[in-house]
T-cell receptor, first 113, second 115 residues
């Protein structure tokens, strides 16, 4: 089934350690996004990419980095995790978002201890 | 700027009751409007959309009408089921304005349906 694959599904990470959340799409969408979802705060955009080779900052980019080496992959890296980065992370992609919205992955639940 | 305001939840209903979840928006340009649904433990799924004023989006018995005069996009369903229990997100994207346009979400409304 076409869509977005995120890995891992869940992870417990020690504070100070680094981690990369993986996201792959097979729809050839140009744009990709990373959101975090926290209770009472809804979804907040971390980083986005209009097209392969470009990235941009969202609302809450601090402590996170992304790369977009090709169309399909958009990994999110936490260089030195802190407990406030405990959250559920969603990757999404879009093509003509004004007409079709976004397609979301199933999420990665990250706990930083 | 662009923003979406949803009614706070949780909304608690009995099976077969009528559902309304309010959503209002503020936007520049010509927004497209969306409702997403998130079932427990899953990602967001597009439920319905409307891309211009007076359009009605519908899916799985849910409906929402794009009301430009009241800047609203309320979600309705005539008879809810236990399986409709989920979190519902209203969202917009302002098409036609300069720059990279991103989907803006409301904070979500949790719906709990009891048998």
């Amino acid at each position: 089934t076409a869509g977005i694959t995120q890995a891992p599904t869940s992870q417990i990470l020690a504070a100070g350690r680094s981690m990369t959340l993986r996201c792959t799409q097979d729809m050839r969408h140009n744009a990709m996004y990373w959101y975090r979802q926290d209770l009472g705060l809804g979804l907040r955009l971390i980083h986005y990419s209009n097209t392969a080779g470009t990235t941009g900052k969202g609302e809450v980019p601090d402590g996170y980095s992304v790369s977009r080496a090709n169309t399909d992959d958009f990994p999110l890296t936490l260089a030195s995790a802190v407990p406030s980065q405990t959250s559920v992370y969603f990757c999404a992609s879009s093509d003509r978002p004004g007409n079709y919205g976004y397609t979301f992955g199933s999420g990665t639940r990250l706990t930083v201890v | 700027g662009n923003s979406v305001t949803q009614m706070e939840g949780p909304v608690t209903l009995s099976e077969e009751a009528f559902l309304t979840i309010n959503c209002t928006y503020t936007a520049t340009g010509y927004p497209s409007l969306f409702w997403y649904v998130q079932y427990p433990g899953e990602g967001l799924q597009l439920l319905l959309k409307a891309t211009k004023a007076d359009d009605k989006g519908s899916n799985k018995g849910f409906e929402a009408t794009y009301r430009k005069e009241t800047t609203s996009f309320h979600l309705e369903k005539g008879s809810v089921q236990v399986s409709d229990s989920a979190v519902y997100f209203c969202a917009l994207i302002a098409v036609g304005t300069p720059g990279f346009q991103k989907l803006v979400f409301g904070t979500g409304t949790r719906l709990l349906v009891s048998p």
